[in-house]
């Protein structure tokens, strides 16, 4: 199992000092923003596309330091109701699906994209209960009319590339929660997974282990986001966790994104990476730095202090004990 970085934080910083950085603290993957709101600082998606020697140039400089790419990242809304946004979107994430083929990377990471809630909206509209009724009906819509016929073309695109689409269960999105995850990739094909990221589960009330099993039990993680959230109960017994206060009034939150460790303490971050273990994930840890107390460079270098003593670096030896 491997620790890796969403390399977004340093995107300021050129990609060759980002990679270098990464390798002195102990980095063994980079996630590379190509698009959407990751944004590409690290990597010109258009450019590298089909540019053999752009391609290389990457490749080699990785491999200089020690470091593979787990995964591309374009995280956008290709099921906007706007058809000039939705067809950039769109257009982000097959180019990416094709430059990971091209570079022998195995995954893409993105959102489910979120459609509005009818025909002709303008909108983007978040279900997340069925009565009054137009909201069923507007949720069946949202399904039936929008993403599955637009993800199961897509799921065929990635098929044809080889290449896993992991998808973040994301509130504001279709697919926030792993039964919404299941039911998009039992709608599809076996491309369409999880990029499993823990944060939006935790106050949600998602129990984060079992969610790993019911999704593991399907095959179903292409990809795992190792970022922690805090729940501030004396904050959420008031209002409850659907909070649209600022992200930066930390405070008055009844929750953040923290680095790792911050949320759920380091025995938790084991069972955790034991859990993916025992469903067959042997891939990146891919930390996504997004907590607001504290730097980029500092929460990146916390979260790879625990998860340096969590993830296991050995394939499992024979149990001799129980023969």
Known sequence: MDIGVLTVPLGGESIDDAVAYLEEIGVDAV???VGGWPGEDHVDREATLDDADAQAALLDLLDGHDLRISALA??????HPDEERA????RELREAIELADQLDVGTVTCFSGLPAGAPGDSTPNWITA?????HADAHAYQWDEVAIPYWRDLAAHAEDHGVDVAIEMHP???VYEPTGMLALREATNERIGANFDPSHLYWQ????????RFLGAHDAIHHVHAKDTKVYDANARVKGVLDTTGYTEEADRSWLFRSIGYGHDEAHWKDVVSTLRMVGYEGALSIEHEDSLTSSREGLEKAVDVLDRAVFETRPGDAYWAE
């Open 31 to 33: 996630e590379l923003g």
């Open 172 to 174: 504001n999105m279709l």
């Open 205 to 212: 009330g998602i129990d984060v282990t079992e969610a790993i």
């Open 130 to 134: 069925p009565w009054p009724s137009e």
């Open 87 to 90: 067809a950039e979107a769109d």
């Open 74 to 79: 374009t995280h956008n809304n290709p099921l």
